[in-house]
């Protein structure tokens, strides 16, 4: 048991080395680009709390993401390339000065009349909502593709640095995309992928002057769910406070906004334990008297001409037939028995049923 003391000494070599070469500093009074997209508090406690922020990447798959990518990009680019870019760009909105140092994780000088630059995302789950088979290792999405739901921040951040490219950069080609390391789910498998996302659009000097004047203004987390995620909350530095988008005016408005927030992360969670389910069950199971797993949904395509055809020639009134209840479809079926494969298929999808209560 003497080796269990030696784990706390793992833990803190481990953050020393994904901590290694990733430094990041700001000039005194800049922001950087996460800061202003997110809750203004967080900002002030990073400054005021710089090592906790430090201790809690630790165990963070997207740090070792992150290091492991540099380090390839370092050895296929060599001095072309440039770990946590600064990118620094100084305004002046409503008459007041305003720094932000944004920092970008791979520069790449591609070639001498184009820059190439990737900001790395690593993410527990995401839903391909187009394919049905195993997720590829590599997906390389349109631009502004929507078949993989990504996180509205990556996007936002990835504009601004997009933008703040071009400005450092004026003379040059700018290339820019999201690269999200994730547990991909398509309709029936998952899997591991690594999702690329080209970014299109750069944000505009006057979209950019908003999101500083609400950093500066409004000091509320962005999400209803940034305090829920806070290192701030979780070392009792900061109790939490409603966000900027879920203001409601109402008389139990309190109340109705602590039970929505309970039933998203209930939801959320379900969805995950039933994706494991998913994997785990091959076939249905019993629970508490319930038939829950795979199982196959019937769907029936009709041949409408072949099958007003068929009605007519067997003497039946096609137009009592437009809608076919139980009653209808029970005489067709004993009436007109196999005839009636004649003029439909019949296809059988995959299904996973989870209901636990009330009827099946
Ligand atoms: S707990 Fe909420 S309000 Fe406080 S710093 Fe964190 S995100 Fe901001």
């Known amino acids: 048991?003497?080796?269990l003391q030696e784990f706390e000494r793992i833990l803190s070599e481990l953050s020393a080395h994904v901590r290694e070469?990733?430094?990041?500093?700001?000039?005194d009074g800049a922001y950087g680009i996460t800061e202003i997209i997110s809750c203004p508090k967080k900002a002030e406690l990073r400054r005021q709390h710089p090592d906790l922020e430090v201790r809690n990447i630790a165990i963070?798959?997207?740090f070792l993401f992150?290091?492991?990518?540099?380090?390839?990009?370092?050895?296929?680019?060599?001095?072309?390339?440039?770990?946590?870019k600064v990118l620094s760009h100084d305004f002046t909105v409503d008459g007041e000065p305003f720094s932000i140092d944004g920092h970008l994780d791979c520069f790449i000088q591609y070639n001498s009349n184009k820059i190439v630059g990737l900001e790395l995302k690593h993410t527990v789950l995401s839903f391909d909502n187009e394919t049905s088979g195993r997720p590829k290792e590599l997906i390389i999405l349109q631009p502004n593709?929507?078949?993989?739901?990504?996180?509205?921040k990556y996007i936002l951040q990835a504009k601004i640095q997009k933008a703040l490219l071009e400005w450092q950069y004026p003379d040059k080609e700018i290339e820019h995309y999201l690269v999200i390391k994730t547990t991909l789910r398509t309709r029936y498998k998952m899997g591991k992928s690594i999702v690329v996302l080209p970014t299109t659009e750069s944000i505009s000097r006057e979209e950019l002057e908003e999101i500083i004047?609400?950093?500066r203004n409004d000091p509320r987390p962005r999400a209803n769910w940034e305090c829920q995620y806070c290192i701030y909350r979780q070392h009792g530095l900061c109790n939490g406070s409603e966000s900027a988008n879920t203001t409601l005016e109402h008389e139990n408005a309190e109340l109705i906004m602590e039970l929505l927030d309970k039933y998203s992360k209930i939801q959320t969670?379900?969805?995950?334990?039933?994706?494991?389910?998913?994997?785990l069950i091959n076939g249905t199971i019993e629970y508490k008297g319930k038939e829950i797993g795979w199982t196959y949904q019937e769907r029936t395509s009709w041949d409408i001409k072949a099958f007003v055809k068929l009605l007519k020639a067997k003497g039946y009134n096609p137009l009592d037939y437009l809608q076919v209840n139980g009653r209808k479809a029970r005489l067709l079926e004993n009436e007109l028995g196999e005839e009636l494969d004649k003029v439909r298929e019949k296809t059988a999808k995959?299904?996973?049923r989870l209901q636990l209560g009330g009827r099946n």
């Open 269 to 279: 969670e379900a969805q995950m334990i039933q994706e494991q389910l998913k994997q």
């Open 66 to 84: 992150e290091k492991t990518v540099k380090e390839v990009l370092r050895k296929i680019f060599d001095r072309r390339f440039e770990e946590e």
């Open 213 to 215: 004047r609400m950093f």
């Open 21 to 27: 070469g990733r430094e990041i500093s700001y000039r």
């Open 1 to 3: 048991m003497e080796f």
């Open 145 to 152: 593709s929507r078949r993989i739901s990504i996180n509205y």
């Open 350 to 352: 995959p299904v996973f």
């Open 60 to 62: 963070d798959d997207g």
